[in-house]
């Protein structure tokens, strides 16, 4: 039902910034928390931030807090996460999520393709 696009991803240096793009597909994308989750390689997919329905309630993982930002225009269909002081560390696949009810966990029900984010040292 729900079909989400992730741009953005690029070779970037140590401490520089991007900004990736999920667009979603449908008529219900205010209704969905959305989030960002990141898997580098040989490790699992962690949790990067998260964002409720109304943009009120954000959540971030502790590696990226203070760096990262979440944001989402839902007249746009469209999630945010803006990404400063890009460390290598950081680098891996981003995936977009979106679920009914906010939660920190991999478990949403649907997910972009991903986009890589790649930070040279």
């Known amino acids: 039902q729900v079909q989400l696009v992730e741009s953005g991803g690029a070779l970037v240096q140590a401490g520089g910034s991007l900004r990736l793009s999920c667009a979603a597909s449908g008529r219900t994308f205010s209704n969905y928390a959305m989030a960002w989750f990141r898997q580098a390689p040989g490790k699992e997919r962690e949790f990067v931030a998260a964002?409720?329905?109304?943009?009120?309630?954000?959540y971030y993982a502790d590696s990226v807090k203070g760096r990262f930002t979440i944001s989402r225009d839902n007249s746009k269909n469209t999630v945010y996460l803006q990404m400063n002081s890009l460390k290598p560390e950081d680098t891996a696949v981003y995936y977009c999520?979106?679920?009914?009810?906010?939660?920190?966990?991999?478990?949403?029900?649907?997910w972009g393709q991903g986009t890589q984010v790649t930070v040279s040292s």
């Open positions: 964002i409720n329905w109304s943009g009120v309630r954000t």
């Open positions: 999520a979106a679920n009914e009810v906010i939660i920190t966990t991999t478990g949403y029900h649907y």
